[in-house]
């Protein structure tokens, strides 16, 4: 059964960087079925999605936080990472990491999720 | 970016009842739509994808349909456990954009 684990810190301060893991387990990274995500969700408001990885580095993010994320896959750890830099208030939120089934076209694997605050 | 629009936005329904969820997009993109449950505190989970698969293990009482710019979710007979919000995403292109969510709710 797959596994998805988020892990990072739960507060940040404004204008910092955060860096948040995710470890796969019970299944490859590296399999080419497959887009690797992070989507967040601000308090009481709904999903957005945030960016997607290719094991082969291939990146892909939402234009409006382009300027400010960076993804990254490692697989000899199974895992894939977000950094998001400059962090606002308006950046706490619960962030998901999920695997995306290309087949199907849908996220069909979730970690459980981590709460994000920012503040100082 | 492909705009994704729920409606209702909420819904008051009774177990036994059947409710309807619809999404819209701003452009055509045939089938590569994708439906969420998510329960407060809780990760989202996959119900329907290709517009109208059925995940695995999820009940049959949980039907979509639609295409092109227009998609529908139905439960055919609310349970108690489907009291939650649902989502409803675009995988045509990226950006991938959600629905604003529909809470379904309690009567």
């Known amino acids: 059964q797959l596994q998805l684990q988020e892990s990072g810190p739960g507060l940040v301060k404004p204008s910092e960087t955060l860096s948040l893991t995710c470890s796969v387990s019970g299944g490859s990274i590296t399999s080419s079925s497959y887009y690797w995500g992070w989507i967040r969700q601000s308090p009481g408001k709904g999903l957005e999605w945030i960016g997607s990885i290719y094991y082969s580095g291939s990146t892909y993010y939402k234009p409006s936080l382009k300027s400010r994320i960076t993804t990254s896959v490692d697989t000899s750890k199974n895992q894939f990472s977000l950094k998001m830099r400059s962090l606002t208030a308006a950046d706490t939120a619960v962030y998901y990491c999920?695997?995306?089934?290309?087949?199907?076209?849908?996220?069909?694997?979730w970690g459980q999720g981590t709460l994000v605050s920012v503040s100082s | 970016d492909i705009q994704m629009t729920q409606s209702p936005s909420s819904v008051s329904a009774s177990v036994g009842d059947r409710v309807t969820i619809t999404c819209r997009a701003s452009q055509d993109f045939s089938s590569w739509l994708a439906w969420y449950q998510q329960k407060p505190g809780k990760a989202p989970n996959l119900l329907i994808y290709?517009?109208?698969n059925l995940q695995s293990g999820v009940p049959s009482r949980f039907t979509g349909s639609g295409s092109g710019t227009d998609f529908t979710l139905t439960i055919s007979s609310l349970q108690p456990e489907d009291f939650a919000t649902y989502y409803c995403q675009q995988a045509h292109s990226f950006p991938r954009t959600f629905g604003q969510g529909t809470k379904v709710e309690i009567k």
């Open positions: 999920a695997r995306f089934r290309r087949q199907i076209g849908g996220f069909d694997y």
């Open positions: 290709g517009a109208s």
